[in-house]
């Protein structure tokens, strides 16, 4: 994603390169060198765009929470009996994953050490908190099975759909397509919890 200097950077061009940087070498491992170098302009540049670093880091997972967060007010999260409206979250939530690979691989990875990843990881809780709400009142309702403990259910059917950032690259290689995967997900995780 290395610009050369003639090319004019817009915030979301330096963001990309960032997280692309913060991936690579981890965010504390990130200097505003690298990122100078990786972006191919100098330092007084990308403070022309931004604070610091930390400022691209909550630009970048603050994007992977609006896409995760979004998928909450869809109607199909909404409307409806509680386990369609959570299979359809689930869907969605790996369809968003896939679209913005990079910046939900940066969210998954952030550890606390600083206020925006302190930040980010409450928000990424208070997400699974609301996709448990929908499990339990899935089971609720008589549609989930009521013998595995939602909070646990939710950890482990997130697990699988954040392990997509291990493996999934959105050139298809392997040869499978993003709408597979997000099947293949609801697939496996909703028949071995249906009732």
Do not use: C
Not at 4 to 16: F, Q, V
Not at 93 to 108: C, H, N, S
Request: net charge neutral; aromatic share 6%.
């Amino acid at each position: 994603m290395t610009m050369s200097k003639r090319d004019t950077y817009t915030p979301d061009s330096l963001l990309a390169v960032a997280v692309e940087v913060f991936n690579e070498r981890g965010y504390d491992g990130t200097s505003m060198e690298h990122l100078s170098r990786a972006a191919g302009i100098s330092k007084s540049s990308i403070y022309h765009h931004v604070k610091g670093k930390e400022e691209l880091l909550h630009r970048a997972v603050g994007r992977a929470l609006d896409g995760l967060f979004g998928i909450l007010g869809e109607p199909g999260a909404v409307d409806g009996r509680a386990i369609r409206r959570l299979e359809y979250v689930t869907r969605r939530t790996a369809d968003v994953l896939m679209d913005e690979l990079p910046y939900v691989t940066l969210l998954l990875r952030v550890r606390g050490n600083t206020t925006t990843e302190r930040w980010a990881m409450e928000r990424r809780r208070e997400f699974d908190q609301r996709v448990s709400a929908l499990l339990r009142a899935a089971v609720a309702e008589g549609d989930l099975r009521a013998d595995v403990e939602p909070r646990l259910a939710t950890r482990l059917l997130f697990g699988m759909i954040n392990s997509l950032v291990e493996w999934y690259r959105p050139e298809g290689r392997g040869g499978v397509a993003g709408d597979q995967v997000a099947d293949a997900v609801v697939r496996l995780a909703f028949d071995g919890l249906r009732t």
